[in-house]
């Protein structure tokens, strides 16, 4: 890590030519990844992340460089060059103020603390759980992977921070075949936490659960196609807002007017059903950090409430677009990456029914109790995702699995079209990529119905 | 930074660690990257970044580590990081001291040193033309050129040095059209080694006619359609499910390829090739990952499944040759698989005949959602598309919110007809490419 004087020095330098904010971001991560196939570890590497990356802005222009080589020499050429790029200038000279804080997210074992052969241990267990499940399960992949990432932020307005960040990871593949088709099923449990993630969450009943969901989906027939109702299960089924509506609501692509939220503040654009929130603050959750990639404090900002659009997720150079202040929501995976507005921790908050009180109510539709992952283009809303596991409802009542179905839509529509709330919000993990990288991001949501998608399947049509 | 006493120096201490045979894998990249903004440059990235990771065989496990520090205090650490992981593997694995020849391939000479004025001048007049040419474009959401170089190095204990370096340069714009509250976009990119390969009115023109023509565009009736998937369509399809053809997956059971071997798994008019000395791809190589010799092969040949995929560690469980195709995306990363540029041959038919041979169906022009609508393991795919409506051969009407869905070893024997609009796509893992193919029928959903 750097010394608060050459950070000063660098910052200076940034700023000689004309620039107006310069931010230098440190990182130095330990990152630790162990696979087992077919029962056996088949790979395990161990490395070390570091870099300094630069940025130079002038109004809303920005300059981003970085380096390996944390030389004062090289830093100090590079941060010159690129002062450079803007004429006229302008010098300042920069006291940084470290910033205090308290760690929402103290972590009690490290991933340094245990060895690679105690890691091993619960890869195994999610291994033979899954392997055991059932004789249609034919492949398991279990995948541990955990970081500790200590960075430091420093900035021409004062910002001084130093964070540590740890997480870990479990996923779990099974994979289920019958007469030459096979079928997956995941589980990805992780959070901002040390390996004391194992002492909180079940590894046999998560593997148990991907196997499940494999050998279910193997059995079941093509989703239908057309339009109809959809619930959509709670946790990782938040992955519908995430997609269709908050990446519409980064300030990314609001400021440019390229979301089709853009101008739409205090605006009516959800059923009132519909409260959203990005809250970076929950202590060891997966997206959850104390500072965001710009030395920021994260917030918990309520992006929708009872259907008003109340805020967007706002990092430093588009909040100088929109002259908006900063949500605390800038963010990027590394220091390869010049931060921009991402969501942390997104959810819809809970409503009055109870998940079976909303299958109850439908009289035909789709029940998407795990969703794989989408995608979405901002400017027009459309969005797409896969359901993982998906059940048919029939009078009130979940009648067969079906697999491959697809849910496509608009965003704005969607939001409108939720007509039924449920009352147990709960969250998930995902990775999230865009303009900055792939960073951890939190998904969640109760359980709630969207009254009309469109499916893709390859079944009949119903 | 002096990175090759560093390499001599982590070499020397593996002499006292337990390592039998150890190597270093040096990666390279330098990239150049602007994005513009409403006539100004908004965003301007130039770096240099290096990354080395170390392999080390104890009792035929191999450690990994890497590392993108590179102070000398460290080796201590790289090594016993790789020494810890070699202990915990089950699956063996070798270090190579080389094959017996290498195809003789000289570097490109791209343009990552041209002056820069000069490629921030060419994106100024393309978004200037851009406005220009509709008043309907509401904005460009994406307006970037950039330049990539990277080098791979390899050094290891049996004597093995090889290095090669390749550059590309792109240029990716995205623009928003908005006629009437109604809302389209539309992206359009094209590789280069030479700014004179940038043909500024088509390249604007493309864009934009994309973009408009939606105007209008609702679902269609679900059903089963012949299908036209436009070039680029189906270089993302490949690239999707190039995974399949790797015998890492298919002896793991996780590949549709399993069991098929010279088998017709595709339509007669179908030849896949993996090409790592095709002159236009950006995976151009003399050597893979592991430092075995490059090759090119017809992975599918006349719809025949010729070959997997491998590598040293595969190739020897099925008691073949390499095919010269381990691959790590960088330092970070374990030796896997990949193709190098996998390109689906081109056929002879223009758009024209193509489209000739629908009465009613569909023309794919994008899809999305390929990262989590399609498995590779099961092969079924489910997309969110948009294109046009062909009726007796002609373009009717723009369609969109609308999934395509099948099963990409279907898609294979499906594909009757392929096109003469050959392109290769943006870079990944592997770099991959195709033309425009008809496709017998596929399942629409819409209302
Ligand atoms: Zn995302």
Redesign the interface.
């Known amino acids: 890590m750097l010394s608060k004087s050459l950070l000063e020095n660098i910052i200076d330098t940034a700023l000689s030519e004309g620039g107006d904010f310069a931010e230098i971001f440190v990182e ?1 991560k330990i ?1 630790n990844s ?1 696979n087992l ?2 029962g ?12 300094v990356g630069i940025r130079v802005i002038k109004d ?10 944390d030389q004062k020499d090289n830093l100090l050429k590079l941060a010159k ?1 690129a002062a450079g ?1 803007f004429k006229k200038a302008d010098l300042k000279s920069s006291r940084l103020r470290f910033a205090d804080y308290d760690n929402l997210h103290p972590v009690k074992i490290y991933p340094a603390d245990l ?3 105690e890691k ?1 241990e619960f890869i195994r267990r999610a291994y033979l759980t899954a392997d055991q499940y059932d004789e249609l399960i ?2 398991v ?1 279990v995948g541990l992977s955990d970081y500790t990432q200590n960075v430091q932020i420093a900035n021409s307005n004062g910002v001084f921070v130093e964070d540590e960040r740890s997480r870990v990871r479990l996923g779990i593949q099974a ?1 289920a ?1 019958l007469e030459g ?4 099923g995941f589980q990805g449990p992780g959070a901002h936490m040390g390996f004391e993630l194992f002492d909180q969450i079940d590894i046999t009943k998560r593997a148990e659960d991907a196997a499940r969901m494999a050998v279910t989906m193997i059995k079941a027939g093509h989703a239908p ?3 109809m109702p959809v619930i959509i299960d709670n946790k990782f089924g938040g992955v519908i807002f995430h997609e269709a509506c908050g990446h519409g609501l980064e300030a990314t ?1 609001v400021a ?3 979301s ?1 939220f853009s101008n739409k503040l205090k605006e009516k654009i959800a059923s009132e059903k519909v409260t959203a929130i990005d809250d970076g603050t929950i202590a060891h959750q997966w997206g959850s950090q104390n500072f965001d990639d710009e030395g920021h404090k994260t917030q918990r900002n309520v992006l929708i409430e009872r259907g008003i659009l109340k805020n967007y997720m706002i990092d430093f150079i588009n909040g100088r677009r929109l002259n908006m202040k900063s949500t605390g929501s800038g963010r990027r995976e590394s220091y ?1 990456y ?1 931060p921009t507005s991402r969501m942390t921790n997104t959810f819809i908050d809970n409503g009055e029914y109870s998940r079976e009180e909303i299958i109850a109510a439908t009289e035909f539709g789709l029940y998407a109790k795990h969703m ?4 979405v ?1 901002p ?2 809303g ?5 359901v993982r596991e998906g059940y048919i409802i029939k009078n009130g009542q979940i009648e067969k699995p079906v ?4 849910l ?3 965003g704005a529509d969607i939001l409108k079209k939720i007509d039924m709330v449920a009352n147990n919000l709960d969250l998930a993990e995902g990775m999230c990529g865009s303009i900055s990288g792939s960073v951890p991001a939190g998904v969640g949501q109760p359980t709630l119905r969207v009254s009309e998608l ?5 079944g009949e ?1 119903e | ?1 002096n990175l090759d006493n560093f390499i001599k120096n982590i070499l020397k201490k593996t002499e006292d660690k337990n390592f039998s045979e150890s190597e270093i894998y040096l990666n390279k990249s330098q990239n150049f990257e602007v994005r513009l ?1 409403q006539g ?12 080395l ?1 170390f392999r080390g065989e104890i009792n035929n496990k191999m ?8 102070s000398d205090e ?1 080796i201590d ?1 790289i090594l016993t ?2 020494e ?2 070699a ?5 063996e694995e070798k270090i190579f001291s080389g094959s017996k020849s290498y195809k003789e391939l000289s570097e490109t000479k791209g343009i990552y040193s041209l002056d820069r004025t000069k490629k921030i001048d060419l994106l100024k007049k393309l978004e200037k033309k851009i406005f220009e040419y509709d008043d309907r474009v ?2 460009i ?1 994406y307006c970037i050129y950039a330049d990539e170089k990277s080098g791979e190095e390899i050094v290891n204990s049996k004597d093995l040095n090889l290095n090669f370096k390749n550059d590309i340069s792109y240029i990716y714009i995205s623009v ?1 059209v908005e006629d009437e509250g109604e ?3 539309s992206s359009h990119y094209k590789l280069f080694r030479d700014l004179d390969e940038v043909d500024p009115d088509q390249f604007v023109k493309k864009i934009i006619e994309d973009a408009v023509r939606q105007f209008g565009a609702a ?1 269609i009736k ?1 059903g089963q359609y012949p299908v036209i998937l436009r070039n680029e369509v189906f270089i993302d399809m490949l690239s999707t499910f190039s995974s399949t053809f790797s015998a890492e997956n298919v002896q ?3 590949s ?1 390829f399993e069991g098929k071997m010279n088998e017709q798994v595709a339509n007669k008019v179908v030849n896949i090739v993996d090409d790592p000395f095709y002159a236009k791809g950006y995976r151009r190589t003399p050597f893979d990952s592991e430092g075995a010799a490059s090759k090119y092969k017809e992975v599918i040949k006349k719809g025949k499944l010729t070959t997997y995929l491998h590598n040293l560690k595969t190739a020897k469980k099925s008691s073949v040759q390499t095919t010269g195709n381990a691959y790590r995306s960088n ?4 030796i896997s698989i990949s193709p190098t540029n996998m390109y689906l041959k081109k056929g002879e038919a223009d758009f024209t005949k193509l489209k000739n041979q629908i009465e009613k169906g569909l023309l794919v022009e994008n899809v ?2 390929l ?3 399609a ?1 590779q ?2 092969g ?1 795919f ?3 598309a948009r294109g046009f409506f062909i009726e007796n051969g002609d373009i009717a009407k723009p369609v ?7 099963n990409f070893l279907k898609l294979l024997k499906d594909i009757i007809l392929i096109g003469n609009d050959f392109k290769m796509g943006l870079p990944g893992s592997g770099h991959f490419g195709s033309a425009s193919i008809l496709v017998k029928n596929l ?1 629409i ?3």
């Open positions: 130095d990152t162990i196939i077919n056996k570890i088949d790979s395990a590497n161990t490395g070390n992340d570091y870099g809303t222009n920005e300059i981003y460089v970085y380096t390996n080589d060059k790029m060895n690679q052969t091993v034919t492949q992949v994979v075949s088709e096979k079928q997956t196609q057309g339009k692509s440019k007017n390229n089709v390869r010049a794989g992952g989408g995608s283009n400017a027009t459309d969005f797409n995702f896969n697999r491959g179905a697809t496509i839509g608009k469109t499916v893709g399947g390859r049509k | 930074m903004y100004e440059v908004d965003y301007y990235e130039e770096n240099e970044e290096y990354g990771a450690g990994y580590s890497y590392t993108e520090k590179f460290l650490d990081r790789a810890n992981n202990n915990i593997m089950d699956e509401r904005s959401n928003v809302v389209h976009t679902d679900s793991k059971g996780l549709l330092h970070k990363s374990k999305q959602g990262h989590s609508g498995n393991v099961s079924d489910s997309l969110s969109e919110q609308i999934t395509i869905s099948g399942d959903s819409g209302s």
